[in-house]
């Protein structure tokens, strides 16, 4: 059963500071990894979604990583700034026909100005 | 549409009562799913669609929870005899393949009382 831990649970960092956020699953049989935002009381914006045959992609000032091998993704913030805050989820699509995504519990971030 | 809708985007009920959830997908967007998200966790898989069929329903927790497309873009989530633990936000997602990433709507945030 695919199951996937985010680290850290909450984070607080001032405007401006360079972060990453941690995503890990059990199952490296994976199809592909969206990164989410949500923002409170509201639903899911996708970030980035990576498929298991990239190492990596980029929008703006996120680059998210993947090393499937090792079961891990990272989300990299540039510059943050305050509009950042809300919370990050990291989900996965496993092989083997099923496709539903598994989620993290998430990572609630805080950019103070 | 620009985007998934999803009506009501609040529902208050009593226990036992019956309740329907609706979806409106993307356009064009032949796959749908519908996940559950309770208070301080990550979205969890209810049921997918392709089409008009549930190719997976193995997210259902009960017989109480069941859920039509009937003509392939709208779907509706009834939930029966309801319980003060279906208490939740009921989020839907579409995507136009297997392959791409899931959009999500912005959820029905359901109490039971």
């Known amino acids: 059963k695919q199951e996937v831990t985010q680290i850290p649970a909450a984070l607080s960092v001032p405007e401006g500071e360079n972060l990453v956020l941690n995503c890990s699953f059990t199952?490296?049989?994976?199809?592909?990894l969206q990164w989410f935002r949500q923002d409170p009381g509201k639903g899911l914006t996708s970030l980035l979604l990576?498929?298991?045959?990239?190492r990596e992609q980029t929008s703006g000032r996120l680059n998210a990583s993947l090393d499937k091998s090792s079961g891990r993704s990272t989300l990299y913030i540039a510059a943050s700034q305050p509009g950042d805050s809300a919370t990050y989820l990291c989900?996965?699509?496993?092989?083997?026909?099923?496709?539903?995504?598994?989620f993290g519990k998430g990572t609630k971030l805080t950019v103070n100005p | 549409g620009a985007g998934v809708s999803q009506t009501p985007s609040n529902k208050v009920t009593e226990k036992g009562k019956y309740v329907e959830l609706r979806c409106d997908p993307i356009?064009?967007?032949?796959?749908l799913y519908w996940y559950r998200q309770s208070l301080g966790q990550g979205p969890e898989f209810l049921i997918y669609?392709?089409?008009?069929?549930?190719?997976?329903d193995s997210g259902l927790p009960n017989d109480r929870f069941f859920a039509v497309r009937p003509e392939g873009s709208v779907s509706t989530l009834k939930i029966q005899r309801t319980e003060r633990g279906d208490s939740a936000v009921y989020l839907c997602a579409s995507s136009s393949s297997r392959e791409n990433e899931q959009f999500f709507g912005p959820g029905t945030r359901l109490t039971v009382l």
């Open positions: 989900a996965v699509r496993t092989q083997g026909g099923s496709e539903k995504l598994v």
């Open positions: 990576i498929q298991s045959s990239q």
């Open positions: 669609f392709q089409g008009t069929g549930a190719a997976d």
């Open positions: 356009s064009g967007h032949t796959a």
């Open positions: 199952d490296s049989a994976i199809y592909n």
